[in-house]
């Protein structure tokens, strides 16, 4: 047990040293910052909601299909992981500090006293999400991980010849797919068993929110695909690729 827990460092340590830090910091970025954007509504109806979120999301799973392509599917579920650990561990942190004394800048703008204290507790049941948020979001992008990186090399290893279409085939297809996962996955879990929400609410929402995100993905896909291909002009991660074959 102790040579396979050195194994998966040793294997994590190389693969951090591999893929490009600003790629990494700008996943994880995207992950904390969606989860908490997540809490603010964006347009809310009978049979779907939308939160803004949405704008952030599909970020993560950009950066997933550029890791995938040049690293494998394996190690975009490990840096997704990484980035679930992360935001956890910042949910955490916001919720310890949340329970500290003080009051927010916005406290000061009001004039009146009370209102001033409802905006400081409103700002911080904002940051201190819920249990049941943070563990709901956490499998559910787990389980979109896996899919989309399953799903993103499945389909690369028979339609991508290097060129763009390649990329985006793979990419849009994965994301599609992984994207349903997700929402699905947290509006059952989260949405359905606390907020009420019937089993209708939970596909259409699930089902919108898929394509807003894709809609964003399918815009930024170029970008990716640059990225990826300098990846491979120049050789990134070469060692990772050299030490861990996918």
């Known amino acids: 047990m102790k040579r396979y827990f050195n194994h998966v460092l040793e294997e994590y340590k190389l693969l951090l040293r591999s893929v490009p830090a600003m790629v990494i910091a700008v996943f994880i970025l995207s992950v904390v910052l969606m989860n908490l954007l997540a809490g603010r509504e964006l347009y809310r109806s009978d049979y779907f909601c939308l939160n803004t979120g949405l704008a952030l999301s599909w970020i993560s799973f950009l950066c997933m299909d550029c890791i995938c392509k040049r690293f494998g599917p394996k190690a975009a579920t490990q840096v997704s992981v990484l980035a679930i650990g992360v935001n956890l561990a910042c949910a955490m942190i916001f919720a310890l500090l949340m329970l500290t004394p003080g009051r927010w800048a916005a406290y000061y703008s009001s004039a009146d006293v009370e209102v001033g204290g409802m905006i400081t507790n409103g700002i911080d ?16 992008m787990l389980a979109s991980s896996l899919v989309n990186s399953a799903l993103n ?25 992984a994207q349903f996962v997700d929402n699905f996955v947290f509006s059952a879990l989260v949405s359905h068993v606390f907020f009420g929400w019937t089993w209708p609410q939970v596909l259409i929402c699930s089902l919108t929110s898929m394509a807003i995100e894709l809609a964003f993905e399918a815009i ?13 002009n120049e050789h990134v991660g070469q060692s990772y690729l050299s030490a861990y074959a996918r």
């Open 125 to 140: 049941q904002t940051f201190s999400s819920a249990w049941y948020v943070v563990v709901g979001s956490s499998i559910a």
């Open 220 to 232: 930024f896909s170029p970008v990716g695909y640059h990225i990826s291909k300098t990846w491979e």
């Open 153 to 177: 090399n499945a389909i690369g290893q028979k339609t991508d010849k290097g060129d763009y279409y390649g990329f985006a085939t793979r990419s849009l297809a994965s994301t599609c797919v």
